[in-house]
């Protein structure tokens, strides 16, 4: 692909932030940052959010010098008898990769009896799936996961890459953020299509956790056809496949799913596992064109640039995503209407049921007006 | 007296620049000028034969310990009340020598009042300039003029070679070559062409004698143990030839071709 040589301006999250978050994937308890002390903070907060315990080894100047072997060994110790962790990972830094720092040594010295994953990894990077890759590759050396599901997710992981890279934030040298189009109007617009008797497909495709805020989307449009007495023109979508993924993942889909049934939502096709958000697009594509190609709009919620256009293209799109560079692909795919949910991602850690979207929000409230 | 010598001994490893430094120093002190050696390098070596054999606290030790570093911990007096400072570093293998170096100049420029006061100071270099740190001298604006010791074999030539590549584009001056023989065939007519063909000048031609090491090995100078051997009479010029410098270049590197004619 010819836009594999650009060089992409924009800030984006590094390696180690996805190193992070898959080994909170794998459940460990404590994350360890060997490096400096602020480093990747804003996701190491999140991640506490969700459960895990993130501390640094806080390398200063003259751990820059002279090592951090000690700090690495004496810190195992400490989270050891504070947290009394089951499985802990430690993860390299820009700081300690480029000085050499050697992780394996510190981890035997402190021998403790909870299994250790060392993930060597820096921010430097081009894609930052490269940091998903080192976690599971350490994770397989540790015995935390066997070789068939390490595959599996080597070949998602390239699925995303190629995602990010077709129509994803990979796809320009600069994509400026924008916050999409203003929901108010986007939810009368849908009401219009339902009242005009329109039907239409919700297709969450959500990235693992971001699921829980994504699918209220789909209940939100589900609720308001109800009201409009339009129930059986909505067909749903979603990638929540219970039996698919890493423990922690598949716990986000069973928790998602057990919300859905509960407000009677029905499922009509299940597109995948929650990790597998990269690859479902053929799935969709197929579903499409065998059973919903004659209907008149779709509502495509988590990663909507990673569903192929083919048979879609005759519908109005409506999108939500929750990345503000996302906007400026979707729109240049054909989505006629493309909405943000803002900080989306913090919301959904440490939940275990729906959480309450913008856009589904708005949807109900102009619902309830226009009744 | 007015002078303001700040400069840096560079070449390969081993060649020499440690016990050159040390000698131009005492030979300097003698003469009555105020000097400074700094080394630079995580082994601590520049000026132990500046005091009598004995390693003094470095920098970096003492940043390591949290101590709130002062003049007078880390500056020494030595021969003929010669300052003495190491840098210091991490054990080789294991940490950021280079990060260490940067580290521990710039606290030295802000705690030291005496760096200014200073006639001459030699800033004595590791021999592989592995990256940015260990050039930190230069780039700090510390350094001002830098002299090139190479012996006229074809490795130590090959490296003062992309040494002086490495000088113009940092934009330091090369004040000259000095050569320290390992008495090799031809050798003072070899470096003293390359030092003409660089754009520079050969300073002085130290001869490889026993004597340097033998000193070196009770801990002190030849300036200091064998004041009245050859060997002093010749680092005594090279001093004084160095202090009174006033010219200097950006020296044009050879290629790789003519570096080898050059030794053949
Ligand atoms: N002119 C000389 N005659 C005999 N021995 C010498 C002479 N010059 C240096 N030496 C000896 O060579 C050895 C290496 O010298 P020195 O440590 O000064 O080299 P260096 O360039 O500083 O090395 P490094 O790059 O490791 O810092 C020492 O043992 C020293 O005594
Ligand atoms: S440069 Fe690297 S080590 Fe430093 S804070 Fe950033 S990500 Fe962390
Ligand atoms: S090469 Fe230089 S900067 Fe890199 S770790 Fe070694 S000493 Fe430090
Ligand atoms: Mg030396």
């Given at each position: 692909m010819d836009n594999k040589n650009i060089s992409i301006i924009h800030p984006r999250p590094s390696s180690i932030v996805a190193a992070l978050y898959t080994l909170r994937d794998l459940n460990v308890d404590v994350a360890i940052l060997h490096g400096p002390p602020g480093c990747s903070f804003k996701h190491a907060r999140l991640l506490e959010e969700d459960g895990i315990h993130v501390v640094t080894t806080a390398l200063d100047e003259s751990g820059f010098v002279f090592g951090g072997h000690d700090a690495l060994v004496n810190i195992l110790h400490k989270v050891n008898d504070m947290f009394h962790p089951k499985l802990i990972g430690v993860v390299g830094t820009c700081a300690s990769m480029i000085i050499g720092e050697e992780m394996h040594e510190p981890v035997m010295e402190a021998n403790l009896d909870v299994p250790v994953i060392e993930v060597e990894v820096h921010a430097g990077y081009r894609n930052n799936t490269k940091g998903v890759l080192f976690a599971l590759e350490s994770a397989l050396d540790a015995g935390i996961i066997d070789r068939e599901e390490f595959k599996r997710q080597q070949h998602l992981l390239e699925e995303a890459t190629n995602v990010e890279l077709r129509h994803g934030a990979a796809s320009k040298e600069y994509l400026a953020p924008s916050r999409g189009d203003v929901k108010y109007k986007v939810a009368q617009r849908i009401i219009e299509l339902l009242k005009e008797g329109k039907r239409g497909i919700t297709i969450m495709n959500a990235k693992k956790e971001t699921g829980y805020m994504f699918a209220d989307i789909t209940l939100a449009v589900n609720e308001v056809a109800e009201q409009l007495g339009k129930a059986d023109n909505i067909i749903n979508m979603a990638n929540i496949d219970q039996n698919l993924g890493l423990p922690r993942v598949r716990h986000h889909a069973e928790c998602i799913m057990k919300d859905f049934e509960e407000k009677g939502?029905?499922?009509?096709?299940?597109?995948?596992?929650?990790?597998?958000y990269p690859i479902t697009g053929t799935t969709i594509d197929q579903l499409i064109q065998e059973k919903y190609s004659d209907y008149d709009f779709a509502v495509i919620t988590g990663v909507p640039h990673a569903i192929p256009m083919d048979h879609l293209s005759d519908m109005e799109i409506i999108s939500v995503t929750n990345g503000p560079r996302q906007v400026l692909p979707l729109k240049e795919l054909g989505h006629e209407h493309v909405l943000v949910e803002i900080d989306l991602h913090p919301k959904t850690l440490g939940v275990n049921h729906i959480v309450e979207s913008e856009f589904g929000a708005t949807l109900r409230e102009v619902a309830k007006e226009s009744l | 007296m007015n002078v303001h010598k700040r400069i840096a001994i560079y070449g390969k490893g081993g060649i020499g620049k440690s016990s050159t430094a040390s000698n131009v120093a005492a030979a300097c002190a003698d003469e009555g000028y105020k000097v400074m050696i700094i080394g630079c390098d995580p082994k601590s070596d520049s000026s132990i034969t500046l005091l009598g054999g004995k390693r003094i606290p470095t920098i970096l030790d003492l940043l390591r310990d949290g101590v709130d570093v002062k003049e007078e911990d880390v500056i020494f007096k030595g021969y003929k009340g010669v300052q003495c400072v190491e840098v210091g570093g991490p054990e080789p293998g294991i940490g950021c020598a280079g990060r260490g170096i940067i580290v521990a100049i710039q606290t030295l420029k802000k705690i030291s009042k005496s760096l200014n006061e200073m006639d001459l100071i030699i800033y004595d270099v590791p021999g592989d300039i592995v990256c940015g740190g260990f050039v930190a001298p230069i780039r700090k604006g510390l350094v001002k003029e830098a002299y090139v010791l190479t012996s006229g074999e074809y490795m130590p030539l090959y490296a003062a070679n992309n040494i002086c590549r490495g000088l113009a584009k940092i934009n330091t001056p090369l004040s000259g070559i000095i050569c320290n023989s390992r008495?090799?065939?031809r050798e003072e007519e070899i470096v003293t062409k390359f030092a003409a063909e660089i754009g520079s000048e050969l300073m002085a031609f130290i001869p490889k004698e026993q004597i340097v090491q033998d000193c070196e090995r009770d801990g002190f100078s030849v300036i200091e143990k064998a004041p009245d051997s050859n060997i002093a009479q010749i680092y005594r010029k090279l001093a004084r030839a160095i202090m009174e410098r006033d010219t200097s270049v950006m020296p044009k590197a050879l290629d790789d071709e003519r570096l080898r004619e050059l030794t053949r």
């Open positions: 939502l029905k499922v009509h096709e299940i597109i995948g596992g929650l990790d597998e | 008495s090799v065939s």
